[in-house]
T-cell receptor
Framework: GAVVSQHPSWVICKSGTSVKIECRSL??????MFWYRQFPKQSLMLMAT?????????EQGVEKDKFLINHASLTLSTLTVTSAHPEDSSFYIC?????????????????FGPGTRLTVT | QKEVEQDPGPLSVPEGAIVSLNCTYS??????FMWYRQYSRKGPELLMY????GNKEDGRFTAQVDKSSKYISLFIRDSQPSDSATYLC??????????FGSGTQLTVLP
């Protein structure tokens, strides 16, 4: 299957600082990428849908000014957590949609990155 | 009520057991059904997928979908310690957004 990478895999930052997380589709182009947040022993919560060349669409309750998303190319989306606080500590996972994916899934498939563990002290 | 309900477990079984994981859903528009496996501190990986109702088998894994009951299952035969992970059901309709279950944490004891 296709590969999605994330960087960094783990980051610790101080409260009040900003952190940028990169998500890359390595062997396919992704017009659409997704950012999820996952708390321990809980499922993935969709934060926003990132579309190349346009503004991201945020889910209800997600602060767009706090979680800045940039999808500047077909292989790269970034999530910047601004003015991070301890409650922002979580596992952030990106996903990229491969439009040339499995026909049995309607022609596209979502591939997930390995996740980034953010700890805000 | 959540659109997708999944028993969070945790579920602990001995090696070699048959494991049954289940999800129910309320949205009749869902057409594509998937099971993802997520190891600790890793991203989810697609394990099985089915379209509409029916069964699909891949090695030790069988996915079943019963759209009339809005119920999907994943069976793991001859479970191995390496199967220990969290299993997430996911589904979508013509809208391209996945809806996930809460995940079931499985431990297979050697």
């Amino acid at each position: 299957g296709a590969v999605v990478s994330q960087h960094p895999s783990w980051v610790i930052c101080k409260s009040g600082t900003s952190v940028k997380i990169e998500c890359r589709s390595l062997d396919f182009q992704a017009t659409t990428m997704f950012w999820y947040r996952q708390f321990p022993k809980q499922s993935l919560m969709l934060m926003a849908t990132s579309n190349e060349g346009s503004k991201a669409t945020y889910e209800q309750g997600v602060e767009k000014d706090k979680f800045l998303i940039n999808h500047a190319s077909l292989t790269l989306s970034t999530l910047t957590v601004t003015s991070a606080h301890p409650e922002d500590s979580s596992f952030y996972i990106c996903s990229a949609r491969d439009e040339g994916g499995l026909a049995a899934l309607g022609g596209y498939e979502q591939y997930f990155g390995p996740g980034t563990r953010l700890t805000v002290t | 009520q959540k659109e997708v309900e999944q028993d969070p477990g945790p579920l602990s079984v001995p090696e070699g057991a048959i494991v049954s994981l289940n999800c129910t859903y309320s949205n009749s528009a869902f057409q594509y059904f998937m099971w993802y496996r997520q190891y600790s501190r890793k991203g989810p990986e697609l394990l099985m997928y089915t379209y509409s109702s029916g069964n699909k088998e891949d090695g030790r894994f069988t996915a079943q979908v019963d759209k009339s009951s809005k119920y999907i299952s994943l069976f793991i035969r001859d479970s191995q310690p390496s199967d220990s992970a969290t299993y997430l059901c996911a589904m979508r309709g013509s809208a391209r957004q996945l809806t996930f279950g809460s995940g079931t944490q499985l431990t297979v004891l050697p």
